[in-house]
């Protein structure tokens, strides 16, 4: 039984700075090749030698970065969204029984479940490599529904 792969918050903003360090060799859409993420592979496990959970691959950190990419637009859409507040430590600041977030929710559940599958978990909690990431994104998401 494989042991399943943990990250901690030290793990994804390094992955973040050492990605955002060689992002002019990804292009506009920050898509790294293969060879990138196999040296981030290298490059973290010297740099965190006591990494939690599972062994993290090149191929891992791939599916992170896509992973945090969809974190990071998520909180741009919410940003945006005309109700709500935002801060990094407590995302839109609202409880489960906030009418606003129901609504919200409710209005635009299927687009939520198609295009941002984890905005529920910024409710009240913030994104924390938000600020990092943003030096480095592009303005805007790419997509059908953009």
Known sequence: RKVLVKWSEEEEHALVVYLQEHAPAAGDDLNFSKKHFNNVCQHLKEKLPNQHGGKKT?????????????????????????????????????????????????????????????????????????????????????GMYV
């Open 58 to 142: 090149s191929s891992t950190y791939l599916s992170k970065w896509t992973s945090l990419k969809e974190e990071y637009f998520t909180v741009i859409d919410l940003k945006k969204a005309s109700s709500f507040t935002w801060s990094n430590e407590h995302g839109a600041g609202m409880s489960s029984h906030d009418v606003v977030w129901k609504d919200y929710v409710k209005a635009w559940f299927s687009f939520v479940v198609q295009m941002h599958r984890c905005a529920a978990c910024f409710r009240n909690k913030g994104f924390h490599l938000f600020t990092v990431m943003a030096v480095m994104m592009p303005s805007h998401n790419k």
